[in-house]
């Protein structure tokens, strides 16, 4: 298969083998670590007996390949979990139940996912706007006052941790001068008003910590692509600046801001948990944390799954995004 369908199928292949890799991976991790899961799971206060009667609803005496492949099964055809009294089905995918409060790691994820991607999903716009903007502005003030203040606001953004820049916002913002509410997370489909107008300050939040990266990033590329030898040509040829700058150096400038979003997406859906503890909003960050201190492993691993999925999900896009940029791209 050639062309663009061929490009895409061999990127989703490399990212399905690149899922079961990190499965792999995080699932070993997690599973074999030091501690005796069972009496984890069990509390402090069980019996030898007990111990041993969790480890065996939990399949904790199969050997550790046998209990990934249930794993596998569970995401693909789902899984029935033994509850002691009765048997409980889990449909796919199954990413197994919780040790703590034998709920559905699937269903937890279900219920904090659309949190996390509100948060970031509008912070992504914010950040786009504002460092794509300032890395163009720059570039077409280079040389002049407006340029250097620029670059210096971009290395106060970056040199400032994301927690401290929240916790001014909401103190100016919020506290003196009131003009916004305290974050408080309501749903986009029980009301789309307060479910933006509660959020806007944590996207500021994060967009103002990654938008210092891109507009560095769109300032440095439009730089090196407005010294290439086909600029010059343009320039001959009595196009003006506006057109240059605005046209073909930030067209040249696409690739990187395209790879750099990718990452900075896949990473912030779970690195998120800074904001969403600073202004209290219940997404995945926050319940992995959780899971971590109380040690409920399928919660960790379901979690760092799904952050993994969304990782590998915006590479993906980023290279399809590469060939529609740059059609050579397909070729590769």
């Known amino acids: 298969m050639n062309g663009f369908a061929g490009f895409a199928l061999r990127r989703t292949v490399g990212a399905v ?3 079961l890799a990190i499965s792999v991976i995080v699932y070993v991790v997690f599973y074999v670590t030091p501690g005796n899961v ?7 206060r069980c019996s030898p007996e007990q111990v041993h009667q969790v480890a065996q609803q939990l399949r904790l005496d199969d050997p550790l390949y046998l209990r990934y492949w249930h794993f596998l099964e569970g995401i693909v055809a789902g899984q029935d979990y033994s509850t002691g009294t ?8 199954c990413l197994g139940l919780s040790y703590q409060t034998d709920q559905q790691v699937t269903g937890i994820i279900l219920t904090k996912l659309p949190v996390s991607l509100s948060l970031v999903l509008g912070g992504m716009v914010l950040w786009l706007l504002l460092g794509v903007g300032t890395g163009i502005l720059s570039v077409w003030r280079r040389g002049r006052f ?5 670059t210096g606001l971009t290395l106060a953004g970056m040199s400032t941790p994301v927690f401290v820049i ?10 003196q001068l009131e003009l916004l509410p305290f974050p408080e997370y309501v749903s986009f489909s029980d009301d789309p008003e307060q479910w933006a107008w509660n959020l806007l300050l944590p996207w500021l939040t994060f967009a103002l910590a990654e938008a210092a990266y891109f507009a560095r990033m769109t300032r440095a590329s439009m730089l090196e692509t407005l010294a290439e030898d086909h600029i010059r040509t343009f320039r001959a040829y009595g196009v003006g600046e506006r057109s240059i700058v605005g046209r073909h150096a930030l067209r040249g400038a696409l690739a990187p801001i395209i790879a750099l979003n990718a990452n900075e997406f896949g990473s912030a859906v779970g690195g998120a948990v800074l904001i969403e503890t600073l202004f209290g909003l219940p997404g995945i960050g926050q319940e992995l944390v959780h899971a971590v201190t109380v040690v409920d492993l399928p919660v960790v691993v379901g979690m760092v799954l799904v952050i993994g999925f969304f990782v590998v999900l915006a590479n993906a896009v980023a290279d399809v995004l590469y060939a529609v940029a740059d059609r050579r791209v397909v070729l590769a």
Do not use: F, K, W, Y
């Open 38 to 44: 069972a009496q984890i799971t069990c509390g402090p």
């Open 166 to 175: 929240g916790l001014v916002l909401m103190i100016v913002v919020c506290g």
């Open 146 to 150: 407006t340029e250097r203040a620029l």
């Open 17 to 19: 083998i690149t899922l």
């Open 86 to 93: 009765s048997v409980a089905h889990c449909p796919a995918p």
